[in-house]
């Protein structure tokens, strides 16, 4: 099974902010998703389930894989993100780490002048 299908599968189970559009996009590219069952919500950090009978884990690399090293082919994406304000989702498949998938956001070019109104109109929190 391929990692975005088990990851989107778990992610149906999830709060999280980017569940829903994991979701989208495995569907939309026609995957066929299953229902997770024993999902545990790791706050802040992730989520594990089972998925088909696969042992799924998802979220921070702290979560996923401790302090054990990274495979080589993971290297290079660690390195090109390693400064930059991105979400690394790390997946384990059976306890093996099978992709790491990488989601951001580009500052719309809008954005500055939206916060400087929004402090104008008194709002002084924004996040």
Known sequence: DGPLRLLASL???SHHVLADSIVRIARHGNLLLSQP??????RGEGLEGQVDGISVVAGSRPLVLGNGPLPNWAESGERRYRDTQVLRVFVTIDGRLAAVFTFGDAIREDALGTVEALRSAGITRIV
Do not use: K
Request: aromatic residues 0%; hydrophobic residues 20%; proline residues 0%.
């Open 37 to 42: 069952c024993d999902v545990r919500e790791h």
């Open 11 to 13: 992610e149906q189970a």
